[in-house]
């Protein structure tokens, strides 16, 4: 029999961040969720943001009651919590993107850069090349040498008894003539290699770095000679030979940056009809809402693997990689040594990925579509994959080639796929899910015009961007 107080305390007891602690605890919703995760330290992560966006779950049940029909959401909750909760480890987001909880519709990601002091220069960036040049105490150049004297202003603060020269013979570059300082500003050579310079200028400077030399009557000069010099830079600033004129190549500074993320609202609504769904019930003892209510948060997995496939393939940068089937099959007769030439193109999508970011060195995540899906299964003659026996639609988790993920999706081409590293702990992918409000029920509201028609629906709040589209390499198979 129902009890209208036992109902109305369920409804005031049921808490979503008590019910999310508790389905967490769960070792198979943990398997699940360490599954869909690049990593224990990826899956604790999520963890966290899961129980953030399910605290301020809560704290909304209060802004229900602004809606009539409020008494009838409670009927569903544990329902929806339940779909909320699984597709967040069903859907492509674990492998594809960073998961943030947002507090307000837009949100700041941040970043760091390291930055040379002297002059900006862009030195270990968060992603992307690094420039390392100059960084050193000691340098070296290679100048042309001019018939007379040679001036080198090299900007440093020099130590005495660290400047070498090598005079370099076009005719006879592996026997070069080394000059050295004494510490005491002159230049030491072979007799009459060097002469004494003509305004008297001192020969090296420790102070400002400048270095001067005149060539003498015992060097035989030619139009293509060369010289190196090198040197070490006094970074420590010696008290002995006074203060730092300005800050050297050994200083560097963190610029922190950030990519702004919105939220947009979204709604999936379904309808039904209260002589249909009293029918179905008498007839085969199904209730047509509830159906409709699991088809929705289904269709809501599904939308949000689309958005990520599609943020994917729009931001995809850089030349495509080739994978020459066509010319394999032709060269090769044995079905296995195809295989192998396929699994060896692949390394080279590894490679193009770590020239583009310097740190991903390889695919955490193949995003691929149909045909490229085929030839990934093909693999399984070789013993490096396993399929996904789970799998219960197109657009799904197909299976691991090494350990890895494969996603495949129809909206990606045929022929195609893109390499996605994500890193390790998760803190960059190259899309990033910020949930601002989970997957929420609506009340039920009746038409007026039709009192046998009522509808309800699932609201949610959330942003999908791409933010770095270095950690994705496109490539595609030629057969």
């Known amino acids: 029999m129902f009890r209208q107080d036992v109902f109305e305390e369920e409804i005031k007891t049921f808490s979503e961040s008590a019910n999310c602690e508790a389905m967490l605890a769960d070792k198979q919703y943990s398997d699940f969720l360490r599954g869909s995760s690049v990593s224990d330290q990826d899956a604790m992560n999520r963890e966290k943001v899961y129980s953030e966006v399910m605290s301020r779950y809560d704290d909304l049940k209060e802004a229900y009651k602004s809606f009539s029909g409020y008494a009838e959401i409670p009927l569903l909750s544990n329902q929806y919590f339940n779909a909320t909760m699984a597709s967040y480890v069903r859907s492509f987001a674990g492998f594809l993107s960073i998961e943030r909880s947002m507090d307000q519709p ?78 005491n500003g002159n230049l030491l050579a072979p007799a009459g290699i060097l002469k004494e310079n003509a305004d008297g200028a001192i020969s090296v400077d420790y102070n400002t770095g400048l270095i001067i030399f005149t060539l003498g009557d015992g060097y035989t000069y030619a139009d293509t000679d060369v010289y190196v010099v090198s040197g070490y830079e006094d970074v420590a600033g010696d008290p002995a030979f006074g203060q730092l004129t300005g800050p050297g190549n050994n200083r560097f500074k963190v610029d922190m940056k950030n990519i702004v993320v919105t939220a947009e609202p979204d709604m999936l609504v379904g309808e039904n009809n209260l002589m249909a769904v009293a029918a179905a019930q008498k007839a085969i003892g ?20 689309q958005k990520l496939a599609r943020g994917i393939i729009k931001i995809a940068q850089g030349n495509t990689i080739t994978i020459p089937m066509a010319t394999y099959m032709t060269q090769f007769t044995d079905y296995n040594s195809r295989l192998d030439a396929f699994q060896a193109d ?134």
């Open 106 to 183: 837009t949100a700041l990601l941040w970043y760091n850069d390291l930055l040379g002091v002297v002059d900006n220069r862009v030195v270990l960036p968060n992603l992307g090349k690094e420039n390392l040049e100059g960084i050193n105490a000691r340098w070296q150049s290679q100048t042309s040498l001019l018939n007379g004297k040679n001036i080198v202003s090299t900007g440093k603060k020099l130590i005495p008894g660290s400047i070498k020269i090598q005079l370099i013979h076009a005719l006879d570059p592996q026997h070069p003539i080394s000059i050295e300082d004494d510490r």
């Open 286 to 305: 199904m209730n047509p809402q509830e159906v409709t209510g699991q088809k929705l948060t289904e269709l809501y997995t599904k939308l949000v693997n």
């Open 346 to 479: 692949l390394v080279n999508v590894d490679t193009q990925m770590a020239k583009n970011t310097m740190k991903a060195t390889k695919a955490t995540a193949y995003l691929v579509g149909e045909g490229m899906g085929n030839w990934f299964r093909k693999l399984r003659n070789t013993g490096n994959w396993t399929d996904n026996t789970e799998s219960t639609y197109i657009n799904d988790l197909l299976g691991y080639y090494n350990g890895i993920p494969v996603l495949r999706h129809t909206d990606v081409g045929y022929n195609q796929g893109y390499a996605v590293h994500k890193t390790p702990g998760g803190e960059m992918a190259p899309l990033m899910r910020g949930i601002y409000l989970p997957l929420t029920n609506s009340p039920i509201i009746g038409n007026y015009n039709n009192p046998s028609q009522f509808a309800s629906g699932i609201y949610y709040q959330e942003a999908n961007e791409p933010i770095f589209p270095e950690l994705i390499v496109k490539f595609e198979v030629n057969d």
